[in-house]
């Protein structure tokens, strides 16, 4: 199955893909001039090798060549003439030449067969004069006197042998030059053409990167700049104008991504509107409860004044009279007009406890003198002593140990640990001696205080209401109290945003557990340990 390849057309393609078939073209155009350069600086050298290293040695050497065979014919000229012996040095030193010649030509020729055999044409030439008159006319006059080598010397014949190896040493010279000026010629083509494809590739780059930034402006920069006032146009507070981007098809994108973000942000602009109008009549209704709540905490601070003054005369009044009563007609009445005062004395009594309870709870938080660093020991000791523990219930009754500073107010803290281990204390067990606990553990960012006693216990069911005003689990006549002093503890541990809570899988007595912040300003150290704090005070 033969798979079809589908090509774009290049109008759609993407601003890197055309950029990437830019550079790849001018690149691949490079590379050709580059190993077309290449090639032709090899050739240039190789014929730079062979006018410098080859044709000048060549013809420097058949230059020398053609000295050495004219000594030569010197040599024997002048020994036929005189008969001497030393008039051959010429001929010997010139042949001795011509052979360190030969064999330094021969080698440069090894890639030139055609002046290789103009040389051995040469050398047979010059060897043919040598045999048929030089030597003969050099052994004629050693043997027979200067006149006979003189005759063999100039017999016809003689010196047409020596003007043909001349002759031959001459075209030998002029095929050399030919091989020279051949190669000089090839260095001087290869060298313009070198300067064409410098020529060529700077064209070519220079095209490229007109092309490219005749591109990038087509493709990025005006459509960009395009994009950048319509953007600010939006953002000037016309969200509803549609933003169109036009260029690369990256651009076109880009252009939709931002418009959509415009349509999200004129959405959100919507749903804010509606949000502040929303929040703006919320504020309203704040306005009207925060100045209906005013009023209401005045009502309460009036209520709370009349409480504490108006409503407590008359029950003191009604109360020291019903005790009056009692005191001084005890036994003169009969009996259940005896138990009629005694319930009189008993609810006036409990009236005046409640009343004082509820303006206890009334007061925490309003009268505030700000958060101090108190030390939960020292409250512990104030509270030992308050209850007076030793005394009624023993050294060993209440213990405490390691607890640390926090940010509080002293009274209210003290407030709290004496209704916690006061309700310990009230609720112990008449079987077994007292023994309540306060501890200390840090959770991350918190203090947990824990008030545990060994008690009858409070039932899981009952874990959340006994901190409801007022909320009782037992008979009044069980167990004393206006059943506040949970509430209050509550009120306090809130009011220092803390909480409190029951630890409700507890079945041995009862572990009431609050929580404090821990604050930079009031520290975080722990308190020296005091196991047995009823110790330090017996000391």
């Known amino acids: 199955m033969i798979k079809r390849v589908q090509f774009t057309h290049p109008r759609t393609w993407s601003l890197r893909a055309r950029i990437t078939a830019l550079v790849t073209t001018t690149a691949a155009l490079l590379a050709v001039f580059a190993i077309s350069a290449a090639l032709l600086a090899t050739a240039n050298l190789d014929q730079l090798d062979v006018v410098l290293n080859k044709t000048g040695v060549l013809r420097l050497s058949g230059e020398q060549l053609g000295a050495s065979l004219v000594d030569q014919e010197t040599g024997v000229r002048g020994y036929v003439l005189s008969g001497d012996a030393a008039d051959l040095g010429p001929y010997r030193s010139g042949r001795e030449a011509e052979e360190r010649l030969y064999e330094t030509m021969i080698p440069l020729l090894a890639d030139e067969p055609a002046i290789r055999a103009q040389l051995e044409r040469a050398r047979a030439a010059a060897t043919t004069w040598r045999t048929t008159v030089a030597e003969p006319a050099v052994t004629a006059t050693r043997d027979q006197g200067p006149a006979a080598g003189q005759q063999l010397l100039n017999q016809v014949g003689g010196r047409e042998r020596f003007d043909q190896a001349r002759a031959q040493l001459a075209t030998l010279q002029q095929e050399i030059v030919t091989l020279r000026n051949a190669a000089v010629a090839n260095v001087q083509s290869g060298s313009e053409n070198l300067v064409v494809l410098l020529i060529a590739a700077g064209l070519v780059v220079l095209v490229m990167g007109t092309i490219?930034?005749?591109?990038?402006?087509?493709m990025v920069s005006r459509p960009v700049t395009h994009l950048a006032e319509q953007v600010r146009h939006v953002a000037s507070g016309a969200y509803d104008t549609e933003i169109v981007a036009t260029g690369s098809p990256e651009l076109e994108r880009l252009g939709r991504d931002v418009d959509g973000m415009r349509r999200q942000i004129a959405s959100d602009l919507s749903?804010?509107?509606?949000?502040?109008?929303?929040?703006?009549?919320?504020?309203?209704?704040?306005?009207?409860?925060?100045?209906?709540?005013?009023?209401?905490?005045?009502?309460?601070?009036?209520?709370?004044?009349?409480?504490?003054?108006?409503?407590?005369?008359?029950?003191?009044?009604?109360?020291?009279?019903?005790?009056?009563?009692?005191?001084?007609?005890?036994?003169q009445l009969d009996e259940r007009a005896d138990q009629y005062i005694l319930f009189a004395v008993d609810g006036a009594q409990r009236m005046q406890r409640l009343i004082n309870d509820l303006l206890a709870f009334s007061r925490i938080g309003r009268n505030t003198s700000g958060f101090q660093p108190v030390s939960l020991d020292a409250v512990m000791r104030?509270?030992?002593?308050?209850?007076?523990?030793?005394?009624?219930?023993?050294?060993?009754?209440v213990t405490w140990s390691e607890l640390p500073t926090v940010a509080g107010e002293e009274a209210l803290l003290e407030t709290l640990l004496a209704n916690l281990v006061g309700n310990s204390l009230k609720f112990r067990r008449t079987d077994v001696p007292a023994r309540i606990e306060v501890s200390a553990v840090r959770e991350?960012?918190?203090?947990?205080?824990?008030?545990?006693?060994?008690?009858?216990?409070?039932?899981?069911?009952?874990?959340?209401?006994?901190?409801?005003?007022?909320?009782?689990?037992?008979?009044?006549?069980?167990?004393?109290?206006?059943?506040?002093?949970?509430?209050?503890?509550?009120?306090?541990?809130?009011?220092?945003?803390?909480?409190?809570?029951?630890?409700?899988?507890?079945?041995?007595?009862?572990a009431i557990t609050f929580s404090l912040p821990i604050s930079e300003d009031a520290g975080a150290a722990i308190q020296p340990a005091v196991p047995t704090q009823h110790k330090e005070l017996t000391a």
């Open 444 to 510: 991350d960012d918190a203090w947990d205080i824990t008030v545990s006693d060994n008690g009858i216990g409070i039932e899981a069911e009952f874990a959340e209401k006994i901190f409801i005003i007022f909320q009782r689990l037992h008979a009044k006549d069980a167990y004393p109290g206006t059943g506040m002093g949970l509430a209050i503890a509550k009120k306090i541990v809130e009011y220092h945003d803390g909480r409190i809570w029951v630890d409700s899988s507890r079945t041995d007595g009862a």
């Open 271 to 331: 749903e804010v509107r509606e949000a502040r109008q929303a929040v703006e009549l919320i504020n309203q209704q704040l306005q009207q409860q925060a100045s209906e709540l005013t009023r209401s905490n005045r009502d309460l601070e009036q209520f709370a004044y009349v409480a504490s003054h108006d409503l407590q005369e008359p029950l003191r009044k009604v109360a020291s009279f019903c005790q009056l009563l009692q005191r001084r007609y005890a036994g």
């Open 212 to 218: 490219l930034v005749v591109l990038i402006n087509r």
């Open 382 to 397: 104030a509270v030992f002593e308050q209850l007076n523990v030793e005394e009624k219930y023993g050294a060993d009754a």
